[in-house]
C-alpha cells in the first residue's frame, strides 16, 4: 500500500513513523512534511489547504490511501476532493469535519446525539456576550467559535478579560466552566464502527502547573493510570457512537478520527470539543503504545471495514511526550535557530526544516515533541526528560511537570456518579 502523508508538524511526523513500521505500507510520501519526516518519508510540496493540488499530488504519487493531519485542510475540502479522484482517504469530509470547524455546530450535533454538554450560549453581540458570562459566573469560558489552533479560548476569571475576548471574536461560544481532569479520547471511525484509542492527557498551557495561555498542547502521556475503569466504554457509547449516528443521520457521514476531549466533573464525563483530526501532542505517545500496524487500521476505516478489523493490540508500559517550543511561544515564535540532537530517536519534529547548509532549524511554534517510552509512567517521564537534556534550541521552552501528578498519584478524580 502506497500511503501520502498530508501535513508537517509532529502529529505527521508520528503518523509517519507508525506507518512506516508497516509492514504493508511499501511506500511512504509526506507533503509538506518537515526535517523530521524527510528522514522517512519521500517528501513533497503541496498546499495542504488546497484540496485540487492535494488530490492532484495523490495520483501523482498513485497513493493507494492519503492520510490527512490538520484539521484546516479538512475543512477546507481535501477529503472530499480525493475521494472524487477515487482514492481512500483518512479523514472526514469538509462538511463532517464542521464538528470541529464550528463549536456551534458541534453544540447542535451533541444536543441531536443527547451527548451531555457543557452549558453554552452562542452569542454574536457585546450585550449577549455579557449576559452569558453574568448567567454562567466566573470562572469565564469564552470560545472563538471558528478553527484557531487550540488558541481561541480563553478561560479566566477577569471579566473584562473575557468580555474582550468575545469582543474581538465575531461569533463566540460562552460556556459553563467543567472542573475536573481532562482526556482525550481518539476514536477510529469509519462513519458507522468505532475504536477507542487509549485515552491520553494533553497540557495546554504553556507554564508549569496550567499556568500562562493557552497553547496547542505542550506535552501528554498515555495511558492514564488514575482513570476510572470502564470509563473509556462509557464514552464510547455515551459520546462516540451517538456522535456518529447523528452524523450519518444528518447525511455528513463522519469518518476517521473523532477526537473527544473530556474533563470528568462531579457530574459525569463532560465534552470539552471534539476535533476532527490525531491530537497534537497526544498522537506521540498514543501510536508509541500501538502494537497494531496503523496504515490497516487507517485503511480500513476509509474503505468502511473498520468492524472486520481484529482488536487493537497495544505494547506494555507508558508513553510521555514534553514539546519543545520556540522562545515567544504561542505568541509569534522565533524561528531560524540551529537545533542540535534532533535527529535521535523519539525527537520527533514538529516546526523544523532543513536550512540549504543542512542545519535543521525551527520553523514553528511547537519544534519538537520528545518522546519516549518505559514500563512504568515513573520510567517513561525520566526517560522523555533525559532525552530532552540532550537537544538544543536555543530560547528554546519546555514544561518540566508533563505527567508529574499522575506518577506522584496527585490527579484528583472526583467521584463519577
Ligand atoms: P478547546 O479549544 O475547546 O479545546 O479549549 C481549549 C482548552 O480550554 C481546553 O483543553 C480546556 O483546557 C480549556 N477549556 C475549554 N472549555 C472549557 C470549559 N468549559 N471549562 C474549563 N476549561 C475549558
Ligand atoms: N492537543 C490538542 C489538540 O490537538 O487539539
Not at 496503523?294 to 476509509?302: I, S, Y
Not at 532543513?354 to 535543521?360: I, P
Given at each position: ?83 472524487a479522484a477515487g482514492i481512500a482517504c483518512f479523514g472526514p469530509s469538509g462538511a463532517a469535519a464542521q464538528l470541529e470547524g464550528s463549536k456551534a455546530f458541534a ?25 452569558a458570562l453574568d448567567e454562567f459566573g466566573p470562572p469565564y469560558v469564552v470560545k472563538d467559535d471558528g478553527l484557531a489552533a487550540g488558541k481561541g479560548v480563553v ?263
Amino acid at each position: 500500500m502506497r500511503v501520502l502523508v498530508i501535513g508537517s508538524g509532529a502529529r505527521e511526523h508520528a503518523l509517519c513513523l507508525a506507518l512506516a513500521a508497516d509492514p504493508s505500507v511499501t511506500a511512504l510520501v509526506c507533503a509538506p512534511g518537515n526535517a523530521g519526516t524527510v528522514a522517512i518519508a519521500e517528501q513533497r510540496g503541496v498546499d495542504p489547504l488546497d484540496p485540487a493540488a492535494v488530490a492532484a499530488l495523490a495520483r501523482d504519487v498513485a497513493a493507494d490511501l492519503v492520510v490527512v493531519g490538520p484539521e484546516a485542510p479538512l475543512v477546507a475540502g481535501v477529503a472530499d476532493a480525493v475521494r472524487a479522484a477515487g482514492i481512500a482517504c483518512f479523514g472526514p469530509s469538509g462538511a463532517a469535519a464542521q464538528l470541529e470547524g464550528s463549536k456551534a455546530f458541534a453544540k447542535d450535533v451533541m444536543a441531536a446525539a443527547a451527548v451531555p454538554p457543557a452549558a453554552a450560549r452562542v452569542c454574536t453581540t457585546e450585550a449577549e456576550a455579557a449576559a452569558a458570562l453574568d448567567e454562567f459566573g466566573p470562572p469565564y469560558v469564552v470560545k472563538d467559535d471558528g478553527l484557531a489552533a487550540g488558541k481561541g479560548v480563553v478561560v479566566t476569571s477577569d471579566r473584562a478579560e473575557a468580555l474582550a475576548h468575545a469582543v474581538a471574536c465575531e461569533r463566540v461560544v460562552v460556556e459553563e466552566y467543567l472542573d475536573g481532569p481532562e482526556v482525550s479520547l481518539f476514536c477510529v471511525t469509519d462513519g458507522t464502527a468505532v475504536v477507542p484509542l487509549v485515552p491520553a492527557q494533553d497540557f495546554k498551557r504553556i507554564g508549569d502547573d496550567d499556568t500562562g495561555p493557552n497553547t496547542g498542547g505542550m506535552g501528554a502521556y498515555a495511558p492514564l493510570p488514575w482513570l476510572p475503569a470502564g470509563l473509556t466504554d462509557d464514552v464510547v457509547r455515551t459520546v462516540a457512537r451517538p456522535t456518529v449516528a447523528e452524523m450519518a443521520r444528518r447525511g455528513t457521514q463522519f469518518s476517521g478520527l473523532l477526537y473527544i476531549g473530556l474533563a470528568l466533573t462531579a457530574r459525569g464525563p463532560r465534552v470539552v470539543e471534539f476535533n476532527a483530526r490525531f491530537g497534537d501532542p497526544e498522537t506521540q505517545v498514543v501510536l508509541a503504545l500501538l502494537e497494531t500496524p496503523l496504515g490497516g487500521l487507517l485503511q480500513a476505516a476509509a474503505d468502511g471495514t473498520l468492524a472486520d478489523q481484529p482488536l487493537l493490540r497495544w505494547r506494555p508500559g507508558s508513553a510521555v511526550t514534553v514539546v519543545l517550543a520556540a522562545a515567544n511561544y504561542p505568541g509569534t515564535p522565533r524561528t531560524g535557530d540551529v537545533i542540535t540532537g534532533s535527529e535521535q530517536a523519539g525527537v520527533v519534529h514538529a516546526g523544523t526544516r532543513v536550512r540549504d547548509d543542512g542545519a535543521v532549524v525551527s520553523s514553528g511554534g511547537r519544534v519538537l515533541s520528545i518522546t519516549a517510552t518505559g514500563a512504568s509512567l515513573a520510567a517513561a517521564r525520566e526517560r522523555a526528560y533525559a532525552l530532552l537534556a540532550t537537544v538544543d534550541l536555543p530560547g528554546g521552552q519546555h514544561r518540566t511537570d508533563i505527567a508529574a501528578k499522575a506518577v506522584a498519584g496527585q490527579v484528583a478524580v472526583p467521584l463519577l456518579p
